[in-house]
């Protein structure tokens, strides 16, 4: 079946830049997703990405993905204090019709 | 804009009773709901997809006589978790498709289920 794989925790300085990368097996992906979730609260999505771009940009973050290496990435730059949360990777392969797969979340931990 | 409700935002019950919750797009119109779980330190977990007007179709592992889904409106998705037992209790999210934004998915606040 489907998988998504993630680090579980990230450490940044505030003010660098935080790359959090994915991996995923279905190929049939179209639409990838990258969602935030903070303590106690539901998910938030931040940005996606369609299977035949390779990169997007909005504001702070930047999207990239390698289709060939099944890999997505999430650049947040000049990270903040508010940025710490838990960063979910998610697939959808019909054309986000179907529900999502998700990775199991990426802990993003600013140090001051 | 696309914002998703869920209500209640927590709950506990005693084991074998059955609990209601509900999911609603307030200000879109949702042709497909989700429902997911998401247990302590885990990842989501696909349940069911709900398309108003027709049956819930549940992921492999999921009973569907104990987790009943009802997608009555373009704006609401009930779950009831019948009898529900202690390892049920998990953190119940839902989220919505828009009918004009297909590719996106807005997830709800989430509901807490605790059954002692």
């Known amino acids: 079946g489907e998988d998504v794989e993630q680090s579980l925790f990230l450490s940044v300085r505030e003010g660098d830049s935080s790359v959090i990368n994915c991996t995923y097996t279905d190929s049939s992906s179209t639409y990838l997703y990258w969602y935030k979730q903070e303590p106690g609260a539901g998910l938030q999505l931040l940005t996606y990405i369609f299977s035949n771009m390779d990169m997007k940009q909005d504001q702070r973050l930047t999207v990239l993905l390698n289709k060939k290496d099944k890999h997505l990435s999430l650049r947040i730059a000049d990270t903040q204090t508010g940025d710490s949360a838990i960063y979910f990777c998610a697939e959808s392969g019909g054309g986000g019709a179907d529900g999502l797969t998700f990775g199991k979340g990426t802990h993003l931990i600013i140090q001051p | ?116």
Request: hydrophobic share 35%; proline share 3%; glycine share 6%.
């Open chain 2, 1 to 116: 804009g696309a914002v998703v409700s869920q209500h209640p935002s927590w709950v506990i019950c005693k084991s074998g009773t059955s609990v209601k919750i509900e999911c609603r797009s307030l200000d879109f119109q949702a042709t497909t709901m989700f429902w997911y779980r998401q247990f302590p330190k885990q990842s989501l977990m696909l349940m069911a997809t709900s398309n108003e007007g027709s049956k819930a179709t549940y992921e492999q592992g999921v009973e569907k006589d104990k987790f009943l889904i009802n997608h009555a409106s373009l704006t609401l998705s009930t779950l009831t978790v019948t009898s529900a037992h202690p390892e049920d209790s998990s953190f119940y999210i839902c989220s919505a498709r828009s009918v004009s934004k297909a590719n996106e998915q807005f997830f709800g606040p989430g509901t807490r289920l605790t059954v002692l």
